[in-house]
Nanobody
C-alpha cells in the first residue's frame, strides 16, 4: 500500500521555523518526484515546492523562495521541507504528494497524497 505521512507541523510565531517531513512507503521512492502543496482556509491549493528523483531539480513557488528548502533522503524514504522566516500567510494545511517523471506545480498530476498536516503561524 502506498503511503505518504507528513509530520513536523504545529504552531509557531512569525519569524520562526519548522521542518516538515514526508515519510513514504509502499513504492519505489527514488523513482518518484515529490511535491509539497498547501491549502489555506478559503483558498485554492497551492504548489509550494517540488524535488526531482535525482534531487537536483528543485522548484519553489515565488511566495516561499529564499525561505523554504526542500530536500530528500532516499535512504530514509523521506522528503523534508525546511521552512524559515515563517509569516501568517504561510498558515495552511501542508500536503506531500508523489508522481513519476518531472516536477510540476499542478496537483492534479500527482498520483499519491498524504493526509496533510496543519501549520499555523501566529503574528
Amino acid at each position: 500500500e502506498v503511503q505518504l505521512v507528513e509530520s513536523g507541523g504545529g504552531l509557531v510565531q512569525a519569524g520562526g521555523s519548522l521542518r516538515l517531513s514526508c515519510a513514504a512507503s509502499g513504492f519505489t521512492f527514488d523513482d518518484y518526484v515529490i511535491g509539497w502543496f498547501r491549502q489555506a482556509p478559503g483558498k485554492e491549493r497551492e504548489g509550494v515546492s517540488c524535488i526531482s528523483t535525482s534531487g537536483l531539480g528543485i522548484n519553489y513557488a515565488d511566495s516561499v523562495k529564499g525561505r523554504f528548502t526542500i530536500s530528500r533522503d532516499d535512504a530514509k524514504n523521506t522528503i523534508y521541507l525546511q521552512m524559515n522566516s515563517l509569516n501568517p500567510e504561510d498558515t495552511a494545511v501542508y500536503y506531500c504528494a508523489a508522481k513519476r517523471t518531472s516536477c510540476t506545480g499542478y496537483g492534479r498530476l500527482y498520483t499519491n497524497w498524504g493526509q496533510g498536516i496543519q501549520v499555523t503561524v501566529s503574528s
